[in-house]
Nanobody, 124 residues
């Protein structure tokens, strides 16, 4: 059974930093591309970042480029999202998701498996 479990969310002040983790398990084939998405109250779920199966390629939404960094450790089956210079607009539930494609994609329907999400609140 495929599982993705996020952790690392919390409350942080504007300009602060957080690192999210996503632990993956149960995959029966080669590693998947992993994406991070977020959903703020009353808004659609939106793409944040994605990383290829072996970490050689990354892709970011314009809104987080230069502030967020996605990385992965396939030995530990973990994917990370390092976030800095956080803004109130980054407040959302953050989800990690897995995609079988070797092409990095940014649409929610491309991702087959999803975690339960972790809340990030940026507030003073």
């Amino acid at each position: 059974q495929v599982q993705l479990v996020e952790s690392g969310g919390g409350v942080v002040g504007p300009g602060g930093s957080l690192r999210l983790s996503c632990v993956t398990s149960g995959f029966t084939k080669d590693y998947y591309s992993i994406g991070w998405f977020r959903q703020a109250p009353g808004k659609e779920r939106e793409f944040v970042a994605a990383i290829s199966r072996f970490g050689g390629s990354t892709f970011y939404a314009d809104s987080v480029k230069g502030r967020f960094t996605i990385s992965r450790d396939n030995v530990k089956n973990m994917v990370f999202l390092q976030m800095k210079s956080l803004e109130a607009e980054d407040t959302a539930v953050y989800y990690c998701a897995a995609d079988q494609s070797t092409t990095l994609r940014s649409t929610t329907d491309a991702y087959e498996y999803w975690g339960q999400g972790t809340q990030i609140t940026v507030s003073s």
